[in-house]
C-alpha cells in the first residue's frame, strides 16, 4: 500500500499544485488534517481526511454543493479524490469571526448579525434529500455522554439507572418541542466563520467544517453561534440576535425560546461528554479549560421555566467542572 504522503503528492499533481509550498493550518477534535498551499500568487487549503481514521469526505462535498447552489459561500472545490479522503478547497483566507471579533470589538454586532441573516436564508429552503435527522432519540443519547465520560472522568459515577431516566426525560422534551426540519451544520461558531467583506448580503460569511450536518431544528445552529464553547458572547448580545432570528422568520417567540433553550441544554451536556472524552479517549487535555464556560451556558439554558425538572435531574446528578475536578480528567489523559 502506497504511504500517505505518495498518496497526496499523486493528487496534488494531478491537480497542477505538485510545486506549491505546504504549511499546516490548525485542525479541529476530529481525524482531518489542512495545509495551505501556496504557487505563487495562488492558493488553496488541503483537507485530509483518511478512511482509516473513520473520516469521510463525501458528506463535506454533498453540503459544501447545496450550500452553494444557495449562494452561500461554502469553499469551491478545486479537486477531490473521495477514495483517497483528500480534497482541494478554495482558500477562504484566515479572517474567522473569533479574530475579527478580537482585532475590530466594533464589528461584533455586524457580524453575529450576518450569521444569523445566514441562518434565516438557510432556512427558507428544505434541506437536501436523504440527510440524516437530528432527531430526538440521537440528541438524548448524546446529551447522556456526561455519564459515560465526564462522571467517570471525576470518580463520581452516577447511580445505576439514573442515566436511563434521564435520558428518557430529555428525549420526552426534544420530541415534543423541538422537532427536525432545516438543514443545520451542527459546528456552527465563531472559529468555523471567514469573513468576507468583499462579498455581499450572507456571502460576506464563509463557512468551513459542515460535514456533519443533519435536518435539525431551526435553533441549533443559532445556540452554536451564541452559546460559543470557546469564546464569551454578551448576553445583550445574544438577546438581540435571538429576535432579529426569530423577526426575519417570522417564528412563535415563545415557542422558539423554549426550544433554543432545550436546545441549549442538550447542546452543552453533549460538549461536556464530548470534551472530557478528546482528553481521557483521545489524548488531547486542551478541552478541559473551556468546560466552565460550557457549563455556565447550561445553567442559563436551565433556567428557563419549562426546564425546570431537567434543571433539577443535572444539578443532582452532575457536577460542576470546578477545578480540582479538571484535574482529575487531566491526570487520567493518555498523552499522545
Known sequence: M????????????????????????????????????????????????????GEDVRPFLAIARHLSGLGLSAPTILAADPGAGLLLLEDLGDDLFARVAVRDPAQEETLYAAAVDLLAEMHRTPPPSGLGAYDAATMARLACLPFEWYLPGIDAPAPDGSSEAFRAEIETMLAEHAPPSVLILRDYHAENLIWLPARQGVARVGLLDFQDALCGHPAYDLVSLLEDARRDVDPALQSRMRARYVAATGTAPDAFERAYALLGAQRNLRILGVFARLC?????????????????????????????????????????????????????????
Open 280 to 336: 481521557l479517549r483521545d489524548g488531547k487535555p486542551g478541552y478541559l479549560p473551556l468546560l466552565p464556560r460550557v457549563w455556565g451556558h447550561l445553567m442559563c439554558d436551565l433556567s428557563h421555566p419549562d426546564l425546570a425538572p431537567l434543571r433539577a435531574q443535572v444539578l443532582d446528578l452532575i457536577p460542576s467542572p470546578e477545578p480540582d475536578r479538571l484535574d482529575r480528567i487531566a491526570r487520567k489523559c493518555p498523552m499522545r
Open 2 to 53: 502506497p504511504e500517505r504522503s505518495d498518496v497526496i503528492a499523486a493528487f496534488l499533481s494531478g491537480a497542477g499544485w505538485d510545486g506549491a509550498a505546504r504549511r499546516p493550518l490548525a485542525g479541529d477534535a476530529s481525524n482531518r488534517r489542512y495545509e495551505r498551499l501556496t504557487d505563487g500568487l495562488r492558493t488553496a487549503v488541503l483537507m485530509d481526511a483518511p478512511a482509516e481514521r
